[in-house]
């Protein structure tokens, strides 16, 4: 039996009957395996997931999150504030990233400050490394439940490993299990009404590089950031190696900061998991910002599975009511690379005028990380400080 297995088993001899999850790349199977045994929640940020957890807790229910442990970062103060307040239950898997076999440097800031973190903020927390840790879980959780506590299960990616599990055994849930009642145009995927997604993230970058020469670029974290410097690195390129969310607010923050043009490289699952930033950029109204949404529907860098926008939320639409006045969506590579020369005024809404504010564009994305011919992008070479050193030597006047 693999431990997902295991797992799964002991979560539902302790009554566990609510979850909730964001993924991540080392639990993708536990998390392929959840919605198929609970009810379950995908969601946009871990954050609210602690609130979905406590309303579901006040209505009996006995919830269980799994996340990556970077999300606990966003979850304190509510865990605090919320659950432990008002003295409620909740269990948390989070994948304890940063410390066994990491390749990612930026997982390591968290990872190692967790249990620390974790102690400060008076959260009792699990390490579990090995398959016999798991005996430990059916006392804690009772207790969890029984006694209205919140407690952490740090699972390392060990874990998975002493079981013996077959890495690719595990398929992405393209299935919410209970489905929103989202009303879509017949035939359209998503809600992105006619256009159809036609290229992969690589093919869509792959276009629209030749565009982004002379731009600053902030690129989201994960496949996007690697493929970006695949395909041509450029020291006006900013890659995030960690932190979702948060590829928005920082072009944000230069666009504000300095005239060059800035072109934000976000995703769907970063945007959803952080939208207010579009009222702001909306609101302050930069007109050297370009957000470039590249929307395929999932959280392609943790194993593909499907955020909301593929199945009920349009992001362009989205960012029309957070404010945007300019958005254009685009699938091909003509209406790709058009979509960008709007800024310049080629393609303005009105003849000869260029924007006066910031441009959204909903660009149409199958998931997939492949390059052609099947590999895909390894980990950006270049150190962190080097990233930032190259990119504000390119903004500096
Ligand atoms: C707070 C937090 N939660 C979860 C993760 C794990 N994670 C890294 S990239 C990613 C998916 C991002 O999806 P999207 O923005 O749609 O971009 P895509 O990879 O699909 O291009 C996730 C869930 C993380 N790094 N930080």
Redesign the pocket.
């Known amino acids: 039996m693999l431990a997902e297995d295991k797992l799964i088993e002991i979560l539902a001899a302790e009554g566990v009957d609510f979850t909730v999850s964001?993924?991540?790349?080392r639990i993708k199977r536990l998390i392929a395996m959840v919605p198929r045994k609970f009810f379950h929640v995908p969601l946009t940020?871990?954050e609210e997931g602690v609130g979905i957890c406590a309303g579901a807790s006040l209505a009996g229910k006995r919830p269980a999150m799994f996340?990556?442990n970077?999300?606990v970062?966003?979850m304190i103060n509510a865990l605090l504030s919320l659950t432990g307040f008002y003295s409620l239950p909740l269990a948390i898997f989070a994948s304890h990233r940063g410390l066994y076999k990491e390749k990612i440097a930026a997982?390591k800031p968290m990872g190692e400050k967790l249990p620390g973190i974790l102690r400060g903020a008076g959260i009792g927390f699990t390490q579990v490394e090995k398959i016999k840790d798991l005996a430990l879980i059916p006392g804690r959780l009772e207790r969890v439940y029984r006694g209205n506590k919140i407690h952490a299960f740090l699972l390392s990616p060990a874990l998975w490993e002493a079981a013996g599990a077959d890495k690719n055994a595990w398929r992405p849930v393209f299935d919410f299990g209970r489905r929103p009642k989202a009303v879509m145009p017949r035939g359209a995927r998503g809600a992105h009404g006619k256009a159809k997604p036609r290229l992969t993230?690589y093919e869509i970058l792959s276009a629209v590089w030749p565009a982004l020469e002379s731009k600053a670029v902030v690129c989201?974290?994960?496949?996007?950031a690697r493929e970006l410097y695949q395909i041509g690195h450029r020291p006006s390129n900013f890659y995030m190696l960690?932190?979702?969310?948060m590829a928005t607010p920082i072009g944000l923050g230069v666009a504000l900061a300095t005239k060059k043009e800035v072109v934000v490289i976000?995703?769907?699952?970063?945007?959803l998991?952080n939208p207010g930033t579009l009222a702001t950029a909306a609101c302050l109204s930069p007109e050297n910002l370009t957000v470039f949404a590249?929307?395929?529907g999932?959280?392609?860098?943790?194993g593909?599975q499907p955020?909301l926008?593929a199945r009920c939320i349009d992001l362009e639409e989205a960012a029309r009511g957070l404010g945007f006045r300019y958005t254009v969506k685009a699938a091909g590579k003509r209406d790709l690379l058009r979509s960008l020369e709007m800024k310049e005024g080629a393609n303005a809404p009105s003849a000869h005028s260029a924007l006066s504010g910031p441009l959204f564009i909903h660009a149409l994305?199958l998931?997939g990380?492949n390059l052609p011919g099947d590999g895909q992008a390894p980990v950006i070479p270049l150190d962190r400080l080097e990233i930032k050193r190259q990119f504000m030597e390119f903004l500096s006047p």
């Open positions: 964001l993924p991540c790349d940020r871990e996340i990556q970077s999300g970062g966003n997982q993230r989201n974290l994960g496949f996007p960690g932190s979702m969310g976000d995703g769907d699952g970063s945007l998991m590249v929307d395929n999932a959280y392609g860098s943790t593909n955020t926008a994305a998931p990380n």
